[in-house]
T-cell receptor, first 116, second 116 residues
Framework: GAVVSQHPSRVICKSGTSVKIECRSLDFQATTMFWYRQFPKKSLMLMATSNEGSKATYEQGVEKDKFLINHASLTLSTLTVTSAHPEDSSFYIC????????????FGPGTRLTVT | AQTVTQSQPEMSVQEAETVTLSCTYDTSESDYYLFWYKQPPSRQMILVIRQEAYKQQNATENRFSVNFQKAAKSFSLKISDSQLGDAAMYFCAYRNGSSNTGKLIFGQGTTLQVKP
């Protein structure tokens, strides 16, 4: 099956700094990647959809200047949390998909971000 | 806009017994996909089962089966012969079939406890 990796799995950063999370599709080309945020015991909240080579589409209420998404290649997307604050602490999950009718989404293992 | 509702925040089942998790959705589309995802304590999202709306036959995957009632917009998941490893949070999800982005809409989730 398709494998998606995320790095790092855990990160702790100080308030005011920026942190970058990588999402890689290891054995397939992902034309579209999705970034989610999940609070404990809650559902996944879609933050943005990114297509390779174009600007990400952000969901309503998500600050695009705070959560910078880059999808520069068919196997890599990055989420940069800029000027992080404690309220940005959360679990971030990416998923990757390909065009086509089945359009399966394959999920990464997630990244736990703690902002102190 | 499409919505997905899981009305059972928590469910429990005795090992080897059968449990059914409920999911309803709302859409005006005729072409769509429905999914059940499992999120164990590791928080890795795992696809359990998928149903295409145009298929009348209910999908099955080993011990997992769905009851897809298109007119009622209901999509329940039945887990037979429950095992301790089935304990997880389960999410019902919807995807519009004609969508180029393949965006998933998740329900609130149901936490399943399996008692030995």
């Amino acid at each position: 099956g398709a494998v998606v990796s995320q790095h790092p799995s855990r990160v702790i950063c100080k308030s005011g700094t920026s942190v970058k999370i990588e999402c890689r599709s290891l054995d397939f080309q992902a034309t579209t990647m999705f970034w989610y945020r999940q609070f404990p015991k809650k559902s996944l909240m879609l933050m943005a959809t990114s297509n390779e080579g174009s600007k990400a589409t952000y969901e309503q209420g998500v600050e695009k200047d705070k959560f910078l998404i880059n999808h520069a290649s068919l196997t890599l997307s990055t989420l940069t949390v800029t000027s992080a604050h404690p309220e940005d602490s959360s679990f971030y999950i990416c998923s990757a998909g390909n065009t086509g009718r089945s359009y399966e989404q394959y999920f990464g293992p997630g990244t736990r971000l703690t902002v102190t | 806009a499409q919505t997905v509702t899981q009305s059972q925040p928590e469910m429990s089942v005795q090992e080897a017994e059968t449990v059914t998790l409920s999911c309803t959705y709302d859409t005006s589309e005729s072409d769509y996909y429905l999914f059940w995802y499992k999120q164990p304590p590791s928080r890795q999202m795992i696809l359990v089962i998928r149903q295409e709306a145009y298929k009348q036959q209910n999908a099955t995957e080993n011990r997992f089966s769905v009851n897809f009632q298109k007119a009622a917009k209901s999509f329940s998941l039945k887990i037979s012969d429950s095992q301790l490893g089935d304990a997880a949070m389960y999410f019902c999800a919807y995807r519009n079939g004609s969508s180029n982005t393949g965006k998933l809409i998740f329900g609130q989730g149901t936490t399943l406890q399996v008692k030995p």
